[in-house]
């Protein structure tokens, strides 16, 4: 089912670039694969997939060591909240960490990257929606981080962008709030700070993907559309 369904979740990007009247391919797709096995991201990246996501570091070094042994150039993207304790084994494992919500641990990033001497990409998760506690929840703060990065405090650290979570609901007009939220925050962010290249927009999941493309994400975090539910009892994590 993993092969057909990121098939079919890929025509709908393409259908939706094109109702947006965006560019192909200007939405990439992050396949989070978080509580399932190696073998199902395995199964994915046979299908052509290469850029996955998971928001526990412990999972997934244990899963992505070894994907890493046979397909060293998959992408990971570290999405959930992150601890200081953690970030050694995040930068090791991944490209980019998205999920940036406090400036101690870009802090944290740059010491660890420096180490194993790997540059990496990191977004600004701003909070928009009221059900998920994470992100940055004061835009100035927000603002203090990325001038940090501009004014070359994290060598090591590539600020690429910003990503949010929408609120768990129905109600598509408040989707559509987070998701415009984060657009107009990032496009005043990149116009304070024209040095940085901060062109990528994370949002939408599997239940707001069409929402978040209508209004400008680049790249989709979608789990359960193209491997299925998670155990339930662990859906929250
Ligand atoms: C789990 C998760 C996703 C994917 O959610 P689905 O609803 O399964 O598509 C996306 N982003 C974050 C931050 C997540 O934790």
């Known amino acids: 089912m993993i092969k057909e369904n990121l098939i079919a979740i890929k025509n709908d990007i393409i259908l939706e670039e094109k109702k947006a009247k965006r560019q192909p391919n200007s939405v990439k797709l992050l396949a989070v694969s978080k509580f399932h096995s190696a073998s199902d991201v395995i199964e994915a990246i046979k299908s052509g997939q290469t850029m996955f996501g998971e928001n526990r570091v412990q999972e997934a070094a244990l899963k992505f060591d070894e994907v890493h ?138 239940n707001d993907y069409k929402i978040a493309i209508e209004e400008g994400s680049t790249i989709v975090r979608i789990g359960t559309a193209i491997f299925g539910k998670r155990d339930a009892q662990n859906t929250k994590l």
């Open 69 to 206: 042994k046979s397909y060293p150039d998959v992408e990971l993207h570290i999405i959930g909240t992150l601890q200081r304790n953690k970030v050694k084994d995040a930068v090791r494992i991944s490209s980019c960490i998205e999920s940036v919500d406090r400036i101690e641990l870009l802090d944290e990033i740059e010491k660890q990257c420096a180490k194993i001497d790997k540059r990496i990409k990191v977004f600004f998760e701003l909070h928009t929606g009221e059900e998920s506690k994470s992100g940055f929840e004061n835009i100035d703060t927000l603002k203090e981080a990325v001038k940090l990065c501009a004014n070359g405090m994290y060598p090591h650290i590539i600020p690429s962008g910003f990503m949010t979570m929408a609120p768990f609901t129905e109600d598509t007009n408040a989707i559509k709030k987070s998701f415009t939220t984060l657009k107009m925050v990032a496009q005043k962010i990149q116009a304070d700070f024209p040095t940085l290249t901060l062109t990528e927009l994370s949002m939408g999941m599997s």
